[in-house]
């Protein structure tokens, strides 16, 4: 099976892991600042936040964004993409962070490069041989003789 | 002349298309890693079996090794497990194991049970280590080479005939190559 475990088991491990190491006495990782609901308190951060998560593409199930997506997976890079806001990297920087590990697939929309000008182009250009083949047709059909039909003389 | 040339080039193109997109041996879910040809993300984490005893990439720089990505709750990486003993006892290349989402005692129970076939098995509490990684699910296995590059990843259970047929040619040409 290569789906992971469900979340809550997991956070609830998570959780005791946290417990453990502050009774261990040492410092837990500096968390992100979030309410209650799990939103970042910067309204603009978390604008970004859900963003930039709706267009990351969560690999476990393919066809949901990682804001979308339950698996555990989505939810640690949802913490990433958050701890990266938090620490002021630029949404740029945050996608470049996932294409560089998980592949240009991660992203949803991909970016207008070289490699990608088909994917873009191929709209317009499907646009450009429908106009030229209606335009062949109608022209070619405009110089037939009009023979149908009896003729009507004056 | 143009009214038959281009139906048939047409043509010859849809079987072109048809060829790769319908070959039954595309795997349309594989996805290749980004990781390939680059530095393996570096990592320290502790040993699964010994939360004492630190377990890092760094201490295999300079020779071939490869990294098995499981976990106990993964159906996938039971399947695997055999295949993962045998190319431990080949002593090939040094077995680095990633345990992921996982539960310390889970996975010191199931090594104890059914063998282990790691030299050090990492314990990546957070999932951090796994998306440098690039993992998305379990049983992923990686090689690395002497450089400390990534050179392959194989995503699915590990069989004989992968290890054969994907691994064995890829470590010996990095051996030549790195040597």
């Known amino acids: 099976m290569r789906r992971p475990p ?16 502050l009774a261990a006495g040492e410092g837990v990782a500096a968390a992100p600042p979030v309410d209650e609901n799990g939103q970042l308190q910067d309204h603009a951060l978390q604008s970004r936040f859900e963003r930039i998560t709706g267009e990351l593409r969560c690999l476990v199930c393919q066809n949901e964004s990682i804001a979308d997506s339950n ?37 949803f929309r991909p970016p207008l490069e070289p490699k ?28 037939m003789p009009l023979d149908d039909g009896p003729a009507i003389g004056p | ?11 010859v193109a849809l079987v ?5 997109g319908l070959n039954p041996n595309r795997d349309i879910h594989a996805l290749p890693s980004p990781l390939i040809g680059k530095p393996a993300p570096a990592f320290t984490l502790t040993d699964v079996l010994d939360p004492a005893r630190p377990v890092s990439n760094a ?37 680095i194991g990633l345990d992921y989402m996982d539960q310390r005692e889970k996975a010191k129970q199931w090594l104890e049970q ?8 990492a314990f990546d509490t957070d999932g951090r280590t796994a998306i440098d990684w690039g993992v998305y699910g379990a049983p992923e296995t990686f090689l690395v080479d002497g450089q400390g590059r990534v050179i392959y990843k194989f995503i699915s259970p ?22």
């Open chain 2, 16 to 20: 072109v298309l048809f060829a790769f």
């Open chain 2, 1 to 11: 002349m143009w009214k038959f040339l281009l139906p048939f080039a047409a043509f």
């Open chain 1, 71 to 107: 698996v555990e997976l989505a939810g640690d890079l949802r913490r990433q993409v958050r701890e990266m806001l938090v620490a002021g990297k630029s949404d740029d920087a945050i996608f470049q962070f996932m294409t560089d590990r998980y592949g240009e697939f991660v992203r």
């Open chain 1, 6 to 21: 469900s979340r809550i088991a997991s956070s609830l491990g998570v959780l005791l892991l946290a417990l453990a190491r």
């Open chain 2, 59 to 95: 201490a295999f720089l300079g020779q071939v090794y490869v990294l098995n990505v499981w976990g106990t709750w993964c159906y996938e990486c039971r399947a695997e497990h055999d295949a993962l003993l045998a190319i431990s006892r080949s002593h090939e290349v040094p077995i």
């Open chain 2, 114 to 121: 059914l063998g282990n076939p790691y030299q050090a098995v």
């Open chain 1, 116 to 143: 990608t000008l088909l994917i873009w182009g191929a709209p317009f250009l499907m646009l450009l041989l429908g106009g030229f083949i209606v335009f062949r047709v109608v022209r070619q059909r405009s110089r």
């Open chain 2, 158 to 179: 590990m069989t004989p005939e992968v290890w054969q047929r994907e691994f064995l040619p890829r470590i010996a040409a990095a051996r030549r190559g790195g040597a």
